[in-house]
Nanobody
Framework: QVPLVESGGGSVQSGGSLRLSCSAS????????MAWFRQVTGKEREWVVS???????SHAESVKGRFTISRDNGKNTMYLQMNSLKPDDTAMYYC????????????????WGQGTQVTVSS
């Protein structure tokens, strides 16, 4: 069983919006820190934003003011609202979950989804 499943990706024009969802297959998976990463083919995976179980969030500078992360602990689901999208946001977006309750630069993410593609055209 896939631990995390992303949905909501697609193609939009620059300035548009998309909302990604990440559903966890069980309570244990969605209990700790959760995050979104993105990766462009041929480049390293990049951390985008994270949220702890209490709702505290951290954002990469490149998405501050445009991307909003949220989670519904009762539904084991995390969301990423992406506004004012730019061509540079084009990537495969992955959700990840950690067993740790703390989100930090050294957080180890145990569970990963298979990704959803976001393409932003100029």
């Amino acid at each position: 069983q896939v631990p995390l499943v992303e949905s909501g990706g697609g193609s939009v024009q620059s300035g548009g919006s998309l909302r990604l969802s990440c559903s966890a297959s069980g309570d244990a998976i969605a209990r700790g820190c959760m995050a979104w990463f993105r990766q462009v083919t041929g480049k390293e995976r990049e951390w985008v934003v994270s949220i702890d179980p209490f709702g505290m969030t951290s954002h990469a500078e490149s998405v501050k003011g445009r991307f909003t992360i949220s989670r519904d602990n009762g539904k084991n689901t995390m969301y990423l609202q992406m506004n004012s999208l730019k061509p540079d946001d084009t990537a495969m977006y992955y959700c990840a979950a950690a067993t740790s309750y703390t989100c930090g630069t050294s957080t180890f993410y145990t569970y990963w989804g298979q990704g959803t593609q976001v393409t932003v055209s100029s």
